[in-house]
C-alpha cells in the first residue's frame, strides 16, 4: 500500500480482502462493526494512525503489522463472547511472515486458528503459532494507546542464564515444573558479568541452540547422533528438568534436538522402535569403526578380522562373530548402546514428554528432516526487497553463493547467525541492505525478526565470503536490539 495511506485506506483494504463482495463466511459485512488494531490489540483512530509514512518515520520498523477487528451489530449478542480477528500485514516492499486467522473469544486470551486464506502479490496470509512471536524487539509508536489488556505477570516467568554456564543455569530454572505453564523471558550474562540488552524470541532460541550444544559434548555418546549417558550427578530430577527444556523448546520455538538417535527418542514418545537400528549405530559409533562395520555387512570374507574383533568388543560383544551372526549381532548391540542403556533418561523424559508431543514415527523422522539445514533450504528462505539496485543484487547473488559453499558446521552457525538457532525453525529470513563504510561493513543479524542486514556494495565476492566468514567463526555474538 502507499506510504500515505491512513486508517481508512487500511480498513477497506481487509474489507476488500476478508469481506470479497461484502461478504465473507461470517456473514454480512453490514452485519458488524468494524475497528483497526495495532500489533498490541490496541483500537487506532485517525489521530493514532494518521499515515502508513509517519508510522514507518516513527517507530522504525522494517515491518507494520495491523488487525482488522470485526464484533456484530446486534446489542442484543454479547460481542465480548465471539468476535473475529482478522491480521492484516503492512510491509516496505518486502516480503511477510505468514500471519494468522482466527477467532478470539472472552478478553483475547484464547486463539482458535481458522481457514487458511490466499496470499496477496503484497500481503501474505496464513496460520502460525505465535502471532507476537516477533514483535518482542519492536520499538512502540509513540502514537498507540495504552494496552487495554496488560498482560498478566503471574504467568510471566522470568529467568537469568549465564553465557558461560548454559547447561548448569538452565537445568536449574526447569527444575521447577510450574516453567512448563508459564510464559518464558530469558536474560542472559555475557562472559564480562554484564547483561546483554537483546531480548525477545531470538535469544530464546539462542539460549537453547547453546544449552544443547552444551548438552552434546558433556551429557552424550555418539559421533553424528548422541544419546544421553547415565552420570552420577545427574538424579531423576536433573533429567526431568532436561525433559522440560526439550519440550519448552518445541512448544514456544519448534527447536527439537536433532541430534539425538531416533530410535532413543521413538522409545521416548512411542514406546517402542520403528527405524532401523543398524542405520543409526553406524552414525553413533565413530567413522573409523563405522568402516569396519560396513566392510564386514558387505563384505564379511574381506574384512580384517581382528579389526572387526575389536571394535565389536569394545561394545561388549559375546557371541561368535560369522558372516550369519553379524547382522543380528549388530542389531543387538545398537539396542543395547541406543535404547537399553539410557532407559533410565528415557522413563524420565517419557513422563514430562509424552503426554504433550503428538508425532507419530513418520512425523519424527520427517520433523529431522525438516529442521536441518541445506543450502537449498537456507537459499529458500531468503527474502529480498523487488526493487533491487544493480549493486544490491550482486550482493545478493554473494550471498547466495557464500551459502552454496558453506559446509553443514558453518551453514548451522549461519542460520544461528540470523535467527537464533542453528536448526531450520522459522520460514523466512529477510535481507535488508544498508549504506556502510569500508570501516564499518559488516552482516548484522537480528534474531527475533529473522532480518540480515547487508552492505550495499562489495568489490568482489572474496571480500564478501571473508568479512562473513570472519564474523561467523568469531562464535559469541551479543545481542544488543532491545
Request: proline share 5%.
Amino acid at each position: 500500500m502507499a506510504t500515505d495511506a491512513g486508517l481508512k485506506d487500511i480498513l477497506q483494504e481487509g474489507k476488500k480482502l476478508f469481506f470479497p463482495d461484502g461478504i465473507s463466511p461470517k456473514g454480512c459485512e453490514t452485519d458488524f462493526e468494524f475497528e483497526v488494531w495495532d500489533f498490541k490489540q490496541n483500537h487506532l483512530t485517525d489521530d493514532t494512525c494518521q499515515s502508513i509514512g509517519n508510522m514507518y518515520e516513527a517507530a522504525r520498523l522494517t515491518m507494520l503489522r495491523f488487525y482488522i477487528a470485526t464484533k456484530p451489530k446486534d446489542p442484543e449478542e454479547d460481542a465480548s463472547e465471539t468476535s473475529e480477528v482478522v491480521f492484516v500485514s503492512e510491509s516496505s516492499g518486502s516480503d511477510i511472515n505468514p500471519l494468522q486467522v482466527g477467532e478470539v473469544r472472552g478478553n483475547c486470551d484464547e486463539v482458535i486458528t481458522g481457514s487458511e486464506i490466499s496470499d496477496d502479490p503484497e500481503i501474505t496470509f496464513g496460520p502460525i503459532f505465535d502471532a507476537e512471536e516477533d514483535t518482542e524487539d519492536t520499538l512502540v509508536y509513540e502514537g498507540f494507546l495504552v494496552p487495554l489488556s496488560p498482560p498478566n505477570s503471574e504467568n510471566v516467568i522470568t529467568i537469568t542464564i549465564r553465557h558461560t554456564d548454559t547447561l548448569r543455569d538452565m537445568i536449574t530454572a526447569f527444575s521447577d515444573a510450574e516453567i512448563l505453564r508459564k510464559t518464558l523471558n530469558v536474560k542472559r550474562i555475557l562472559p564480562d558479568n554484564t547483561e546483554e540488552p537483546g531480548t525477545g524470541s531470538g535469544i530464546l532460541r539462542d539460549v537453547l541452540t547453546c544449552f544443547w550444544h552444551e548438552f552434546y559434548e558433556r551429557c552424550t555418546l555418539g559421533a553424528t547422533v548422541k544419546v544421553p549417558f547415565i552420570r552420577h550427578d545427574f538424579p531423576a530430577e536433573k533429567w526431568k528438568a532436561v525433559g522440560r527444556i526439550l519440550l519448552k523448546g518445541y512448544q514456544e520455538c519448534q527447536y527439537f534436538p536433532n541430534k539425538l538417535a531416533i530410535p532413543f527418542l521413538e522409545q521416548v514418545l512411542f514406546n517402542g522402535v520403528y527405524s532401523d537400528l543398524k542405520t543409526h549405530f553406524l552414525q553413533f559409533v565413530s567413522s573409523q569403526e563405522c568402516d569396519v562395520l560396513m566392510e564386514a555387512v558387505k563384505n564379511f570374507s574381506a574384512v580384517d578380522l581382528a579389526d572387526l574383533v575389536e571394535v565389536l568388543d569394545s561394545y561388549g560383544c559375546r557371541k561368535r562373530i560369522t558372516a550369519e551372526t553379524l547382522p543380528t549381532i549388530l542389531d543387538e548391540i545398537a539396542h543395547k548402546e541406543l535404547v537399553q542403556k539410557p532407559m533410565f533418561v528415557i522413563d524420565c523424559w517419557r513422563e514430562i514428554i509424552y503426554p504433550h508431543i503428538s508425532l507419530s514415527p513418520e512425523g519424527l523422522t520427517k520433523l529431522f528432516s525438516e529442521l536441518q539445514p541445506t543450502s537449498k533450504k537456507v537459499c529458500q528462505l531468503l527474502k529480498f526487497a523487488v526493487d533491487l539496485t544493480p549493486q544490491q543484487k550482486e550482493v545478493k547473488n554473494h550471498l547466495k553463493r557464500f551459502i552454496r559453499e558453506l559446509d553443514n558446521i558453518k551453514l548451522q552457525k549461519f542460520m544461528r547467525f540470523c535467527t537464533g538457532s542453528d536448526l531450520i525453525v522459522t520460514n523466512s529470513i529477510y535481507v535488508e541492505f544498508q549504506d556502510m563504510t569500508e570501516f564499518t561493513r559488516r552482516p548484522v543479524g537480528h534474531t527475533c525478526g529473522n532480518v540480515l542486514q547487508l552492505a550495499n556494495s562489495y568489490e568482489n565476492f572474496p571480500d564478501f565470503r571473508s568479512e562473513f566468514n570472519a564474523v561467523l567463526e568469531s562464535n559469541v555474538w551479543v545481542m544488543d536490539i532491545v
